[in-house]
């Protein structure tokens, strides 16, 4: 059975930073398209940035600068660092794997930027 466990959430004051991870349980892992999505209470489910097998990245308009999206296939895992924290990142932050029909999510974690 496939698992995304994602950790690193929290609160954290404006400016601040935080690194999210997702360990993925999953055979192949190097062939997916990995991603980060958030969902702000009373708003859409948006992408925030991915990064495909070959590590070509894309970003959101809203975080370009400040996040940066990796992977390490080696531990089957891929990172959100997120730097320059607003209180408009505040969401919960899902990790995504995809390859072909194959689509997978974790549980989410909370990330809160408030002072």
């Known amino acids: 059975q496939v698992q995304l466990v994602e950790s690193g959430g929290g609160l954290v004051q404006p400016g601040g930073s935080l690194r999210l991870s997702c360990a993925a349980s999953v055979s192949g892992f190097n062939n997916y398209l990995m991603a980060w999505y958030r969902q702000a209470p009373g708003k859409q489910h948006e992408l925030v940035a991915n990064?495909?097998?070959?590590?070509?990245?894309t970003y959101t308009d809203s975080v370009k600068g400040r996040f940066t999206i990796s992977r390490d296939n080696a531990k089957n895992t891929v990172y959100l660092q997120m730097n320059s924290l607003k209180p408009e990142d505040t969401a919960v932050y899902y990790c995504?794997?995809?390859?072909?029909?194959?689509?997978?999510w974790g549980q989410g974690t909370q990330v809160t930027v408030s002072s």
């Open positions: 990064i495909r097998s070959d590590s070509s990245t």
């Open positions: 995504n794997a995809r390859l072909i029909f194959h689509n997978y």
